[in-house]
């Protein structure tokens, strides 16, 4: 049986092999070392600055990035998400990446081992291969790459490697580099919904879907949470769990994202809650669940200095309801019976 089972651990060996060499060698028709070190998109680097359009397509669904505006008012939005705003930096980090992108080795020309890579046709069913094109204001194409296989750094060199096909060319490649290419579009999203700090809360309202409320108070930045209406002798279960429902809006992130007129909100079974600020922000918000998802709307209204900020927020939210993380709208249902310790032997 021992022999047996060597046998197999060496033809199983040998098939493995044989499919890797197959992969390489394949590629050494005319291609030749002499482009070994290339750059991949030449030109890209220089022209970083005009870059207009990234489209990503793939099976899964199509990804295309644009920038909007001009000037200070630049922006990036994925188009696919009623042309949401994408994250800047990650869209800069992935342009980086493909302008940095270096030929290593020749890979295979035959079309029956793309596949092996992830290197086939992007459009067909089951592929996981995606193109890249980047494009500029005028529709000029600074790059065209079809994307495959990542090869992860696993000897801390520090050097990723990509398969990598030009369209139209037979010939693919191992490319040296790290390139950040989600392939869920909700990653490529600007996720960042509010970040107001807890310490410029003041008061938190929270109105139920049934109809009670709790408020929670205190007078100065820094200070403790009190719950308005609580028995004297309730004894709270710490300060943090006081404090929680006002840190909801302190790095509020969303899953995901909706055009508001595409999912309004009903008018009964809706939590609502209301933040006060020390400087005179007033922001209100709703929170209703739908399937697995938790759906969040925001207001905002000021006096004063806040009245700027106010508007700015709104222009930022109004067209908009967000899919944030559960334990944020959980904190928006609070009661007072979360907060209190439960007598002993109940």
């Known amino acids: 049986m021992q022999a047996k089972g060597l046998t197999a651990l060496v033809a199983a060996t040998v098939i493995v092999a044989g499919a890797a060499i197959a992969v390489s060698v394949g590629g050494r028709g005319q291609a030749t070392e002499a482009h070994q070190g290339e750059i991949v998109l030449a030109h890209l680097a220089d ?66 081992l793309y596949k092996r890579l992830d290197l086939g046709d992007p459009a067909a069913k089951g592929s996981h291969s995606q193109l890249v094109e980047i494009d500029d204001a005028k529709g000029g194409k600074l790059g065209a790459l079809i994307v495959g296989k990542l090869r992860p750094d696993r000897l801390g060199t520090g050097a990723d490697g990509l398969y990598i096909r030009r369209p139209g060319e037979a010939q693919s490649w191992l490319a040296q580099g790290t390139v950040d290419l989600p392939t869920d579009i909700n990653d490529w999203l600007d996720k960042k919904v509010a970040e107001i700090p807890e310490k410029r809360i003041r008061e938190v309202t929270l109105t139920h879907e049934d109809g009670s409320t709790l408020v929670l108070k205190r007078d100065k930045e820094g200070g403790k949470f009190a719950a308005e ?92 309801v967000y899919s944030v993380y559960q334990y944020k709208t959980d904190a928006m249902r609070t009661k007072l019976a979360d907060l209190v310790e439960k007598p002993k032997g109940s």
């Open 47 to 112: 022209r970083i600055g005009d870059v207009a359009e990234l489209k990503i397509t793939r099976a899964a669904g199509n990804i295309t990035l644009q920038r909007r505006g001009d000037g200070a008012a630049t922006h990036w939005v994925v188009v696919e998400k009623s042309s949401y705003p994408a994250d800047p930096a990650k869209v800069r980090k992935t342009l980086l990446g493909f302008a940095e992108l270096r030929l290593v080795e020749p890979k295979t020309r035959k079309p029956d």
């Open 229 to 320: 209406g609580a028995p004297a002798d309730a004894k709270f279960k710490s300060e943090g769990a006081l404090g929680e429902p006002a840190t909801v809006l302190d790095g509020l992130d969303l899953n995901d994202v909706r055009p508001a007129a595409e999912m309004p909100f009903p008018e009964t079974g809706v939590a609502r809650s209301q933040w006060l600020t020390f400087d005179g922000l007033t922001i209100t918000g709703e929170t209703i669940k739908k399937g697995d998802a938790n759906w969040v709307r925001l207001k905002a209204s000021g006096e004063g200095k806040a009245a700027a900020e106010a508007a700015s927020l709104n222009a930022k939210w109004a067209p908009w």
